[in-house]
């Protein structure tokens, strides 16, 4: 067999995968090696079958945009992380980026050079070779406030996010004597309207929301988001988003600021703000556009799949309406991009034992050119320097999505 080359491989290593001779292989490398090694029956014609002979190879036709997945590659550097872009009106993943990263042609064949550094890549506990957009998970933090939202808002707790809530500064946890403080001791979290508390990320608020909605209610609207569902397939399985089950009632209002176990995938936080985009409607996310032969004829064609209607088009676009106030005038100022809408989240979320661990920054948003096009876009920066507020989510992810939304949009 041919031993693999990969052009711009570690930038497309989490799209790819590896087919090695060695190895074995992953994701798309592995999902279609049978197509892209010739033995695939559809692309056979007659006369292979009279002369036994393997026609040429085919090819996968990823959705990814170079353009996306350069910025988002670029503008993560040399920090852990991942980053995630979706077309939210088709579910095409425009960017798939995880750092850091590794080259597949380096383990591609059977050499003591590929032996060599296979090991290497394998004592670095997998970090490279761990696709973290598709298949790490971590605590959302407060980006899960938007997913709260939007259960307060389908259950009619509030008529829109501009009515008051009724939401005492700090909110002590049911059942405890603890009590829900706000990273900035300023920020008017008292009762504050759904779009205010989004703004200055308001722990009191959404932690008795989730309390008022109580698990059922809760864990309904986030498995229409996409957790909790064990075959995620894009068509590489990613890792399920988990919410979990058997609360109490302060652990329930925990969960509604994305803390106590409440895990995700940066592709679940960007399928978030995709379906708050695409006016309450989730779209199958997926990066293979189509499969053809080596002629470029088709032999499968890739079509859009609705996942869930999330939630009704008013609360989307009312959840639209408060994710601009968040950059125009809140925590996610640093992913403005000029003559563009963008509305967004950030967060900051501890882990670890006591919280020892480093900090994860997220930001997660979408963006409106104006003329029909949207692209829902999620960062997760593993850091040291995120302090705990949520500044550092605006600080240290919100760049990077900003990077992706310019030039989607050739900005």
Same mark, same amino acid.
């Given at each position: ?76 550097? +040399? ?80 008529? +829109? ?206 963006? +409106? ?43």
């Amino acid at each position: 067999a041919y031993k693999r080359s990969y052009l711009d491989g570690p930038l497309y290593a989490p799209v790819t995968g590896y087919s090695s001779q060695a190895y074995g292989s992953t994701q798309l490398e592995s999902l279609y090696s049978g197509l892209l090694g010739g033995t695939d029956p559809r692309l056979a014609g007659p006369a292979d079958a009279l002369t036994r002979t393997t026609p040429p190879g085919g090819d996968v036709v990823t959705s990814i945009d170079p353009k996306v997945q350069q910025a988002g590659w670029d503008a993560l550097g +040399d920090k852990q992380g991942a980053a995630v872009a979706i077309d939210p009106a088709t579910g095409a993943l425009l960017g798939l980026v995880s750092t850091p990263s590794f080259d597949p042609s380096a383990i591609a064949g059977r050499s003591s050079a590929d032996a060599a550094a296979w090991k290497l890549l394998s004592a670095d506990s997998g970090s490279a070779m761990l696709n973290h957009a598709l298949r790490s998970t971590y605590a959302p933090g407060s980006t899960f406030k938007l997913v709260t939202a939007a259960a307060a808002l389908e259950n009619g707790l509030y008529p +829109d996010v501009d009515a008051p809530t009724v939401s005492p500064d700090p909110y002590t946890l049911p059942g405890t004597q603890r009590q829900l403080t706000n990273e900035n001791p300023a920020a008017p979290c008292a009762n504050a309207s759904l779009r205010v508390a989004l703004q200055y990320s308001c722990n009191n608020v959404f932690g008795k929301l989730a309390a008022d909605l109580g698990e059922t209610r809760l864990s309904a609207q986030v498995a229409k988001f996409g957790f909790n569902l064990g075959k995620l397939d894009t068509p590489v399985r990613a890792a399920t988003s988990v919410y979990p089950d058997k609360l109490n009632p302060s652990q329930v209002a925990l969960t509604g600021i994305g803390q106590f176990s409440v895990t995700a995938t940066p592709l679940q936080m960007a399928m978030v703000s995709s379906a708050i985009a695409n006016n309450g409607v989730l779209m199958q996310p997926s990066m293979v556009d189509r499969l053809t032969d080596h002629q470029g004829r088709t032999v499968e064609d890739f079509k859009p799949q609705q996942l869930s209607r999330v939630m009704g088009e008013k609360t989307a676009r009312q959840l639209q309406s408060a994710m601009v106030t968040v950059v125009t005038s809140g925590t996610g100022a640093s992913a403005a991009v000029g003559g563009v809408t963008v509305g967004g989240k950030t967060g900051t979320a501890q882990n670890g034992v006591d919280n020892s661990g480093t900090p994860y920054a997220w930001f997660t948003s979408y963006a +409106d050119d104006g003329s029909g096009h949207r692209i829902a876009v999620a960062v997760v920066v593993v850091d040291g320097a995120a302090n705990r507020s949520d500044v550092s989510g605006g600080g240290l992810a919100a760049p990077i999505a900003k990077a992706m939304i310019k030039a989607a949009f050739g900005k």
